[in-house]
């Protein structure tokens, strides 16, 4: 394989225009995430892709179910994505011409369906990765807005500095691009986000990496990939974290038009957050839970 092929396991042109489905940067994130690791996984060009590829790629997630670092319903995802731009590439006539069926297809017959609910991050969980994270100031933070507040990735990278942020109560609130309403940040949030910006370097973004530029999806999303490894639990994204807010403010008894006003969503659309087994989990690690508030790290 050539330095060519390495570089580019997918065309930029044909990304280009598969991309065109999403309708948001969250998602795009996603897809691209799973194109490349199973690239990085075959060590070729996507349009390459053979049988054997495909279940070498079957057994890897397998075998990462098994151990509990992947769950089923992510394995799921993760073929539908490919399964998804595989047919793409049929329909572009660049992979598998004449085929009825991509090699993705046949697997997810027998894949966990996706629950009718949202995917969320049980309790003990969101404990080890946070416990996990403690080191990193800015991972931390970035964990507890999407656990406290409810902030999109897409939200998060965004923000530029103190100046977006208006103190309300004992909380604060930000205005975010995209809410008609202003979004609020709990106490508890508000303290690590206060002190991560007096601690923070004076960057144009208020997150940023190494060379002082602005983080993108797919940082927050190998941020995710790192401390979840690092917590020895199953590989949650960060919309899963996200997802945890809204089934928190259910489970604490905020009502549909409560809870979607926080999470930028339709009350329609919130009503995928209420699910009885989160309760549930609450309850059972109410002596040892933080009562739903992140301490320091």
């Not at 065109?20 to 490349?36: G, H, M, V």
């Not at 946070?130 to 897409?154: E, H, Q, V």
């Amino acid at each position: 394989m050539n330095r060519e092929e390495i570089q580019e396991p997918v065309s930029r042109h044909l990304w280009e225009q598969f991309k065109k489905r999403f309708k948001s940067d969250t998602t795009e994130a996603s897809y691209w995430s799973d194109i490349l690791e199973f690239c990085r996984q075959t060590g070729k060009p996507f349009v390459r892709t053979d049988r054997e590829d495909v279940r070498r790629y079957y057994e890897y997630t397998t075998k990462r179910v098994k151990e509990g670092r992947l769950s089923p319903i992510t394995r799921t995802k993760k073929f539908r994505e490919l399964h998804s731009f595989a047919s793409f590439l049929m329909e572009q006539g660049v992979y598998m011409p004449g085929s009825e069926y991509d090699y993705f297809y046949p697997y997810l017959k027998n894949m966990k369906k996706e629950s009718r609910l949202a995917d969320h991050v049980p309790v003990r969980d969101m404990d080890a990765l946070l416990g996990a994270a403690c080191g990193d100031r800015m991972a931390y933070t970035i964990l507890t807005l999407l656990y406290r507040a409810g902030l999109t990735s897409t939200e998060i990278i965004s923000l530029r500095g103190e100046a977006d942020f208006l103190e309300y109560g004992e909380g604060a609130c930000v205005t975010l691009s995209g809410r008609e309403e202003p979004c609020y940040i709990p106490e508890d949030a508000w303290e690590i986000l206060r002190d991560y910006m007096a601690w923070r370097e004076r960057f144009p973004t208020l997150f940023y990496n190494r060379s002082g530029r602005p983080l993108n999806t797919m940082y927050i999303s190998r941020m995710m990939k790192k401390y979840c490894a690092a917590a020895g639990i199953p590989d949650y994204s960060a919309q899963d974290v996200r997802n945890s807010c809204a089934f928190n403010l259910f489970a604490y008894g905020a009502d549909d038009v409560q809870a979607a006003e926080q999470m930028g969503r339709t009350v329609r659309q919130i009503q995928r957050y209420r699910g009885a087994l989160y309760r549930k989990e609450l309850r059972e690690h109410a002596a040892d839970l933080v009562k739903i508030r992140i301490e320091k790290p």
